[in-house]
């Protein structure tokens, strides 16, 4: 079983420069990258659209693989849910945006209980993006909570979430399969992750995937 540090992320130095700097009041992701075995990897359960959600708004995600972090225990499919912060859309060839904070989770006996998650990658649909790369992945097997079920939730497709980079790690920020939208991921309103894209609205499909790290839980 895994341990989820957020001292593994958040730190006083810096950010490094794959990652813009936040705001000074949000907590710094000082990790460059990040192990994929420390994310949380969720899924959308409808198509996102910027046109149609107002600020305010709460929606939920599933969890693709179960977690146990202190505290909380998180079964697969289990809600995780995020609040819209902003939400614009645009006709004149600007930027759309869409702006969401994950504040809580359906933790085992503990409905909404409050977790203070940070997106840290966002992907299309895997089997999307398997269908965009001639060299689709063989699943890897795993039992637990190890290394290889992240991988699975991300359809094998970790050597693309940072390239160049250490193998099995996500780089801050990152935007797989999806061309058109761009992950600040502390930008949007109190620290929540900003995905801005060039066409009237930020889209994206069901079932896409976003990968968490949890900052602090809430007592």
């Known amino acids: 079983m895994l341990a989820f540090p ?3 992320v958040f730190g006083q130095t810096a950010a490094g420069p794959s990652t813009p700097a936040p705001a000074a009041s949000c907590p710094v992701m000082a990790a460059t990258e990040i192990p994929l075995g420390a994310t949380l990897a969720v899924k959308s359960i409808g198509m996102l659209d910027s ?17 146990v972090y202190p505290g909380c225990t998180l079964e697969t499919d289990a809600p995780v849910y995020a609040k819209v912060m ?14 969401l ?18 997106v840290v990658a966002v992907l299309a649909p895997i089997d999307e993006l398997n269908r965009m790369h001639d060299d689709a992945p063989t699943k890897i097997a795993g039992g637990g909570r190890k290394m290889a079920d992240n991988v699975d939730a991300t359809g094998g497709l970790d050597a693309k979430l940072n390239p160049g980079g250490t193998p099995h790690t ?23 992750a900003k995905l801005t894209s060039t066409d009237k609205s930020v889209q994206l499909e069901q ?13």
């Open 170 to 192: 996500v780089r801050p920020g990152t935007a797989l399969g999806l061309p058109k939208i761009k992950l600040a991921t502390q930008g949007g309103p109190e620290c929540s």
């Open 101 to 118: 904070l994950f504040n809580s989770a359906d933790c085992n006996g503990h409905a909404k209980q409050p977790v203070d998650l940070r």
């Open 207 to 219: 079932d896409a995937t976003f990968l968490l790290v949890i900052h602090v839980a809430a007592k």
């Open 51 to 67: 046109g149609h959600l107002k600020p305010g708004k709460e929606i939920w995600f599933k969890v693709a693989t179960g977690v």
């Open 86 to 99: 902003s939400s614009t859309t645009t006709k004149t060839g600007g930027t759309a945006e869409l702006s």
């Open 6 to 8: 957020a001292v593994a």
